[in-house]
């Protein structure tokens, strides 16, 4: 699994237990209970995209060095 997916799935992990939390500790009506919940979701979704599109580019990133490393690298001479 990438870190990408590992990053994604704690972060959907988090809103749902968060959803939960707040169903049960809510102190006001149902409606504004789903109103918030549905907010909280959109931020955390937004904030999942945001995540994994960082880690995506830090991937590419480290793939684009390693491709200019093994380039110019030099071989070995045998000893």
Known sequence: MST???VTAMVAGSAVI???????????S???TR???RKYAKRA???ATRVSRSVKAG????VEQGKSFK??????EAA
């Open 35 to 37: 109103t918030q919940i």
């Open 30 to 32: 149902g409606a504004e």
């Open 4 to 6: 990408a997916t590992k």
């Open 71 to 76: 380039e110019n690298r030099r071989p070995v």
């Open 18 to 28: 968060g959803a939960g939390l707040g169903l049960l500790l809510a102190p006001q």
């Open 59 to 62: 991937f590419e990133r480290a």
């Open 45 to 47: 979704q937004l904030q």
